[in-house]
């Protein structure tokens, strides 16, 4: 790998510090499914609903700016039941803010890491399947054929993507032109 763009993490405590030591000019956004998986991990059912609606007003807002006031509207609302969902979103805001640099149909390409959680899912599969491996060389083999399987199986392409590269082109033209 000779250069990230964009990386989108999970909230790995350190992660973002360590992409940025080896890549300078990453921009890092935080994975908001994550993110509002571990919002509501304590949320009662009964909020549940409410609690999910104000938190995705704050990330499908236009601007940066509107999704700062959504946020003080959340805490305004919840802050008494649960302080530490808008204080965590305040904490890592720097790396949450990323996908407002871009326009609204193409943030999803960037705010989320199913796509690689899809691509774990299918080799804890696979390796689960075999259970022991008689050398070091065997174990890579299954992961590399788990890998090959699922390239085939994936057909629905990005959304947005043409948008997406269009928009990458031109944010990072200097970065892009040598593989494009």
């Not at 510090?17 to 993110?35: K, R, W, Y």
């Not at 990005?158 to 970065?175: Q, S, V």
Request: net charge positive; hydrophobic share 40%; aromatic share 12%.
């Amino acid at each position: 790998v000779k250069d990230i763009l964009i990386a989108c993490v999970d909230g790995l405590k350190g992660f973002p510090d360590a992409i940025n030591t080896a890549f300078p000019e990453t921009q890092i956004q935080l994975c908001i499914v994550h993110m509002v998986r571990n919002s509501v991990k304590y949320v009662p059912w009964k909020d549940y609903k409410a609690v999910t609606a104000d938190l995705k007003r704050i990330y499908q807002s236009v601007t940066e700016e509107e999704a700062l006031q959504a946020l003080d509207q959340f805490a305004e609302r919840w802050d008494d039941k649960y302080p530490q969902i808008s204080r965590s979103w305040r904490t890592h805001w720097d790396n949450l803010n990323t996908l407002f640099n871009y326009p609204q149909d193409i943030r999803k390409a960037i705010y989320t890491t199913n796509a690689i959680e899809s691509l774990n899912s299918v080799i804890r599969k696979a390796i689960k399947k075999r259970k022991l491996f008689p050398t070091d060389d065997a174990a890579r083999k299954v992961v590399y054929l788990a890998i090959q399987d699922a390239s085939k199986k994936r057909t629905m392409p990005i959304r947005n993507w043409k948008a997406a590269l269009n928009r990458f082109m031109i944010e990072f033209e200097d970065r892009l032109a040598d593989y494009i």
